[in-house]
């Protein structure tokens, strides 16, 4: 008996086809979306209201042809509005918060330019799928360092020091009178610098694995002026120096590391009486069928896997939590090292990213 098989149904192929193409118009929207940062266009847009592409020339001083085939480019995107009886361009005020404001809570624009580094690295990935290998983050290419550092200030502005940090139970006060804290995986520095300026009687210091991000972070604390009170060292995780901590925050970083469990552990060990750890984590389900569900999960996952899971399998221990673990799997990691109280904090303000306060 011969088996015939049967062909997907017409439908089935033009909504794959139709998924897939979305995608790509998506990535190739992605370096309009580059230019119009560096080119100040987007800036230009803000607040402007409708602009023809002349217009938008003369006030960024480009050449107007280029200019109307961007303008066209990121309208039929969905970023611009359009009229066509007067062929001019309006950046409303919610997309102008995303893609011009680099300091505001909604300020996306600072991602794109690491899509770069995705591209650039991904020969090295594939060896790794083969391999089981592995690099850090101080090895990808370094628009990714960069393009993180711009991308996480606002939520750190907005949500570590403004909302995540102060609802650690009993810690602000401490913080205002002054108190010690470590930042572990702490990258360029961004979140050592934000937690020294917002409380400056306390003294920071960040640890990260990376000699050059270590670098670039004492550079920047210089540049912020809170080199006196926010200091770096090239530590690990697992083995940073010093005790009487009285908050240990890990931003963004546990996943990444080779085993974090070892390194929460030593974070406990040298808290003082009464600290605490912080754990922000990317925001992800307990089950993987309910990320299909969560808006970030899409962008978590792939990350994860071009850069979280890289840098685990690069170090001692290889744990590749993933940056998308979930809430339970953090909380036996955290078990584990000794961290037996922890609680969510600050959901209300962390759409995006779980937060956790740890104590022993």
Request: glycine content about 10%; aromatic content about 8%.
């Amino acid at each position: 008996m011969t088996t015939v098989e049967t062909a997907p149904e017409t439908d089935l192929i033009e909504q794959a086809v139709g998924t897939v193409f979305g995608d790509l118009g998506a990535a190739c929207t992605a370096p309009l979306v580059v230019l119009g940062d560096r080119l100040g266009l987007f800036r230009a847009l803000a607040g402007a209201g409708p602009l023809g592409p002349a217009d938008l020339a003369a006030r960024t001083g480009l050449a107007e042809r280029y200019v109307r085939e961007w303008l066209r480019g990121v309208a039929v995107a969905g970023y611009l509005d359009y009229d066509a009886a007067t062929d001019r361009f309006t950046l409303t005020d919610a997309y102008a918060a995303v893609l011009a404001d680099d300091a505001g809570p909604a300020a996306l624009i600072g991602v794109f330019p690491g899509f770069a580094a995705l591209w650039a690295d991904l020969d090295r990935i594939e060896d790794f799928f083969r391999s089981g290998g592995g690099m850090g983050w101080g090895d990808h290419h370094p628009a990714l360092g960069a393009a993180q550092d711009r991308f996480t200030r606002p939520a750190y502005v907005h949500g570590l020091v403004a909302e995540w940090i102060p609802a650690v139970d009993g810690i602000a006060p401490r913080l205002e009178a002054g108190a010690r804290v470590a930042d572990l995986g702490c990258g360029w520095g961004q979140s050592s610098i934000l937690i020294g300026q917002r409380w400056p009687n306390t003294r920071v210091t960040g640890f990260d694995a990376d000699d050059a991000a270590i670098a670039h972070a004492r550079s920047a604390a210089v540049e912020a002026g809170v080199d006196d009170r926010v200091s770096f060292e090239v530590a690990d995780a697992a083995g940073y120096p010093g005790k009487g901590y009285d908050l240990v925050t890990f931003t963004d970083s546990l996943h990444d590391m080779g085993d974090p469990v070892a390194a929460a552990a030593h974070a406990r060990t040298t808290l003082a009486d009464h600290g605490a750890v912080l754990v922000v984590e990317p925001l992800a389900a307990d089950r993987f069928a309910d990320d299909f569900a969560n808006p970030y999960a899409r962008i978590g996952y792939a990350i994860s896997t071009l850069v979280c899971t890289p840098s685990s399998l690069a170090q001692p221990g290889a744990a590749a939590l993933g940056a998308m673990a979930g809430e339970a799997r953090l909380r036996e990691v955290l078990a584990a090292a000794g961290l037996t109280r922890v609680r969510r904090i600050a959901q209300d303000s962390a759409p995006v990213n779980i937060v956790l306060e740890a104590r022993p």
